[in-house]
């Protein structure tokens, strides 16, 4: 079995704060378990998760794509 990661492992992996992650466990947007009273996830749970949302890459996320480059709205 995989390890179990914390709020704050996921966090640091999709590029967003520990209070974003928690937000989205409330509103059980992102895949979870509970063990003895704290939050763990799978990270193939949540790679899976990110590849079933439509235009998103785990890259974009974490911000290793070349799409994240700075770029220029004008």
């Known amino acids: 079995m995989e ?13 967003r704060s520990e209070g974003a992650i928690r937000n989205l466990v409330l509103r059980r947007q992102i895949p979870f378990r509970k063990v003895a009273g704290r939050l763990g996830f799978i990270k193939t749970e949540i790679e899976d998760w990110i590849k079933a949302a439509p235009g998103v890459r785990i890259e974009e996320l974490n911000g290793t794509g070349a799409e994240n480059s700075r770029r220029s709205y004008r």
């Open 3 to 15: 390890r179990l990661l914390n709020t704050k492992d996921i966090a640091m992996l999709l590029g």
